[in-house]
């Protein structure tokens, strides 16, 4: 497996958007493929600090996706760079996909000087926890119960 920028390989981007899309287009944030489009353009746009990152196989298919988003819940301001759409495709669940992209957007984030990321999930806490990331708050987010998970970068 091979875990690449999304700023890397733009031709992968409509693929991308249109995984995000099928994958939650039940939330309103996700119902517009042409929106999530946009938003991973902007938040892959240099000088932006926040980044996408896709999980490739040896014939260069997508894996898995996982994103910085710059206030994903806007509420608390200094909650600055979230870690969000963590997306496995479903044939590849179950095999590390998840956790590679997790570990590389750790090392990442680290790079560009982010001191600390922030999730919120609603049943993957365990998951994150092996990661580092400790529970903060539960909260409601788009009519659902989630927690609010936070993680230092060292």
Known sequence: MNISLLSQCPQLLDTVA???????????????????????????AHPAKTFTLVALNAENEVLGTASTILHELDDIHERQFWMGEV??????????????????LIEEARQRDMSE?????PDQQAFYRRYGWQEIEQRIVSSEQVSVMRREIF
């Not at 995984?19 to 902007?42: C, K, P, T, V, Y």
């Not at 997306?87 to 590389?104: E, W």
């Not at 990321?117 to 999930?121: E, G, H, I, N, R």
């Open 117 to 121: 990321l922030w999730l919120y999930t």
């Open 87 to 104: 997306l496995t495709v479903a044939a590849h669940r179950g095999k590390g996909v998840a956790s590679a992209l997790v570990l590389r």
């Open 18 to 44: 249109t995984m995000l899309h099928q994958e939650w287009s039940g939330f309103s944030h996700w119902r517009d493929r042409s929106a999530i489009r946009q938003r991973l353009l902007m938040r892959n």
